[in-house]
C-alpha cells in the first residue's frame, strides 16, 4: 500500500492501515515519523512571526508588571531578553521538527504500558511506535485546520474541543484542562487504539478505555504544572 493510500485510509478505514503496519519493523515508521518533522517545520514557518510576537508580548508584560524589578532596571532586562529571543531561533526550529516524533515515541511508551502492562499482552515497542506514528498522521489535518483560524486571528489560542468554553483564567488549572481536551487529540488516541486491537489481537475497545483514562490522567498532571508554572510567573 502506497503512502498516501495509507495517510488517506487513515481518515477513511484506519484499520487497513494498521494491518500493514503491525509487524515489528522500524522502517515502517521512518515515512510518517519523518512527514511529522516536516510537518512541525513547516508549520513553525507559517506562524513563527506570530509565536514570536506572542512570545515577545508575554514576556514584556510579565517584565513591566513584575514588582519585583525595579523600574530602572526593566529596559535593560527587555534589551537583554530580546537579544535571546534573536538567538533562540534556531532553537525553535529544531524544537518544531522534533516535537511530532518525540511524542509518538512517548505515546507508544504509553501504549505498550497499557497494552503489556495493564492489559496482559506481548507486544514489542516498535509495534507500538509504527501504529502510533501512523496515527499521528492527522497533524495534517489539525494542521490545515489550526493554522488558517489561528493567523486570522492572530492568536495561538485556537481550540477545536472544550477550551472554545474560555472557563476559567488563562493558566488556570481548570482552563488548562479544558484546552488539553481537543477532538483531534482524542481522535488520536482512538486510532492508538484501534492499532492496539490490531495488535493485540482482540476488540478495540478495552485498549480505547484504558488509553482514555491514562490519557486524561496525563492532561490533569499536565493542568496541574501549568497552573503551578503559572501561579509562580504571576
Given at each position: 500500500?502506497?503512502?498516501?493510500?495509507?495517510?488517506?485510509?487513515?481518515?477513511t478505514a484506519p484499520s487497513k492501515v494498521?494491518?500493514?503496519?503491525?509487524?515489528?519493523?522500524?522502517?515502517?515508521?521512518?515515512?510518517?515519523?519523518?512527514?511529522?518533522?516536516?510537518?512541525?517545520?513547516?508549520?513553525?514557518?507559517?506562524?513563527?512571526?506570530?509565536?514570536?510576537?506572542?512570545?515577545?508580548?508575554?514576556?514584556?508584560?510579565?517584565?513591566?508588571?513584575?514588582?519585583?524589578?525595579?523600574?530602572?532596571?526593566?529596559?535593560?532586562?527587555?534589551?537583554?531578553?530580546?537579544?535571546?529571543?534573536?538567538?533562540?531561533?534556531?532553537?525553535?526550529?529544531?524544537?518544531?521538527?522534533?516535537?511530532?516524533?518525540?511524542?509518538?515515541?512517548?505515546?507508544?511508551?504509553?501504549?505498550?504500558?497499557?497494552?503489556?502492562?495493564?492489559?496482559?499482552?506481548?507486544?514489542?515497542?516498535?509495534?507500538?511506535?509504527?501504529?502510533?506514528?501512523?496515527?499521528?498522521?492527522?497533524?495534517?489535518?489539525?494542521?490545515?485546520?489550526?493554522?488558517?483560524?489561528?493567523?486570522?486571528?492572530?492568536?495561538?489560542?485556537?481550540?477545536?474541543?472544550?477550551?472554545?468554553?474560555?472557563?476559567?483564567?488563562?493558566?488556570?488549572?481548570?482552563?488548562?484542562?479544558?484546552?488539553?481536551?481537543?477532538?483531534f487529540a482524542i481522535w488520536r488516541i482512538v486510532l492508538?487504539?484501534?492499532?492496539?486491537?490490531?495488535?493485540?489481537?482482540?476488540?478495540?475497545?478495552?485498549?480505547?478505555?484504558?488509553?482514555?483514562?491514562?490519557?486524561?490522567?496525563?492532561?490533569?498532571?499536565?493542568?496541574?504544572?501549568?497552573?503551578?508554572?503559572?501561579?509562580?510567573?504571576?
Amino acid at each position: 500500500m502506497s503512502i498516501l493510500a495509507n495517510v488517506i485510509n487513515l481518515y477513511t478505514a484506519p484499520s487497513k492501515v494498521f494491518e500493514t503496519v503491525k509487524d515489528f519493523a522500524w522502517k515502517k515508521a521512518i515515512v510518517p515519523l519523518l512527514i511529522l518533522a516536516v510537518l512541525g517545520v513547516v508549520s513553525f514557518w507559517a506562524i513563527q512571526d506570530l509565536v514570536t510576537g506572542v512570545q515577545y508580548d508575554a514576556a514584556i508584560e510579565r517584565i513591566e508588571n513584575s514588582s519585583r524589578i525595579a523600574d530602572d532596571q526593566k529596559e535593560e532586562i527587555i534589551a537583554k531578553m530580546e537579544e535571546k529571543m534573536e538567538g533562540a531561533q534556531i532553537t525553535s526550529w529544531v524544537a518544531s521538527m522534533l516535537g511530532g516524533p518525540v511524542t509518538v515515541f512517548f505515546m507508544a511508551l504509553i501504549a505498550l504500558l497499557v497494552g503489556n502492562t495493564i492489559m496482559g499482552g506481548g507486544a514489542k515497542y516498535g509495534q507500538l511506535v509504527n501504529i502510533t506514528a501512523w496515527a499521528y498522521m492527522i497533524n495534517i489535518l489539525e494542521s490545515i485546520v489550526k493554522i488558517p483560524l489561528m493567523l486570522n486571528k492572530w492568536s495561538l489560542e485556537v481550540y477545536t474541543g472544550l477550551g472554545v468554553l474560555g472557563i476559567g483564567e488563562k493558566g488556570s488549572f481548570i482552563n488548562s484542562l479544558l484546552a488539553s481536551i481537543d477532538i483531534f487529540a482524542i481522535w488520536r488516541i482512538v486510532l492508538i487504539a484501534i492499532g492496539m486491537g490490531i495488535i493485540y489481537n482482540k476488540k478495540a475497545r478495552p485498549y480505547l478505555i484504558a488509553m482514555l483514562v491514562t490519557w486524561l490522567v496525563l492532561q490533569l498532571i499536565g493542568a496541574g504544572f501549568s497552573s503551578i508554572i503559572g501561579g509562580i510567573a504571576g
